[in-house]
T-cell receptor
Framework: GAGVSQSPRYKVAKRGQDVALRCDPI?????LFWYQQALGQGPEFLTY????????KSGLPSDRFFAERPEGSVSTLKIQRTQQEDSAVYLC??????????FGDGTRLSIL | AQKVTQAQTEISVVEKEDVTLDCVYE???????LFWYKQPPSGELVFLIR??????QNEISGRYSWNFQKSTSSFNFTITASQVVDSAVYFC?????????????FGTGTRLKVLA
């Protein structure tokens, strides 16, 4: 597709379960970002990939959060042992390096 | 420390009115970029504009205009003759070259409601 694709669109999980969120960036975009957006707030940076290298993970809130981009295209954000405070919209964005980021529709995660 | 402040949480206007959304930023970097994004109810963030720290020229694109003033660390966004389709949450964001990643620091957003 032409844009950034994220799946699933919605995810409901019970507290303590593991979840995996997928991001398919725009073809050719070397930069990939994950953001977390709490209700009524602006997105907050989680992690950054340049191709397959994770160069910045300073925004990951705990060691329960893990991201990968093994072949430099599709990326997965995994959250282990989910907690209620993990409920948020998770946004993926991609770009050519230093250029404006293009965002997906996000995955709305609800932890019960 | 870097920060973006959007003091207006919500603004309501009647269609055809002009409206200005405020954005104030803080950064120690001399090379940085400022952005505006629109987030409609569908959730996707739509890119509107990018300005770099060395270019203070104001910009106009159709009904949209942007006023960048380094002296007051502000990057305000004006919609002229607003329309119902302009209703959305608007985010201002900062990206610093020194970060190496160009990650965004977002404000908390301004919800704009345009009433028919």
């Amino acid at each position: 597709g032409a844009g950034v694709s994220q799946s699933p669109r919605y995810k409901v999980a019970k507290r303590g379960q593991d979840v995996a969120l997928r991001c398919d960036p725009i073809s050719g975009h070397v930069s990939l970002f994950w953001y977390q957006q709490a209700l009524g707030q602006g997105p907050e940076f989680l992690t950054y990939f340049q191709n397959e290298a994770q160069l910045d993970k300073s925004g990951l809130p705990s060691d329960r959060f893990f991201a990968e981009r093994p072949e430099g295209s599709v990326s997965t954000l995994k959250i282990q042992r989910t907690q209620q405070e993990d409920s948020a919209v998770y946004l993926c964005a991609s770009s050519l390096k230093g250029q404006p980021q293009h965002f997906g529709d996000g995955t709305r995660l609800s932890i019960l | 420390a870097q920060k973006v402040t959007q003091a207006q949480t919500e603004i309501s206007v009647v269609e055809k009115e002009d409206v200005t959304l405020d954005c104030v930023y803080e950064t120690r970097d001399t090379t940085y970029y400022l952005f505006w994004y629109k987030q409609p109810p569908s959730g996707e963030l739509v890119f509107l504009i990018r300005r770099n720290s060395f270019d203070e020229q104001n910009e106009i694109s159709g009904r949209y205009s942007w006023n960048f003033q380094k002296s007051t660390s502000s990057f305000n966004f004006t919609i002229t003759a607003s329309q119902v389709v302009d209703s959305a949450v608007y985010f201002c964001a900062l990206s610093e070259a020194a970060s190496g990643t160009y990650k965004y620091i977002f404000g908390t957003g301004t919800r704009l409601k345009v009433l028919a």
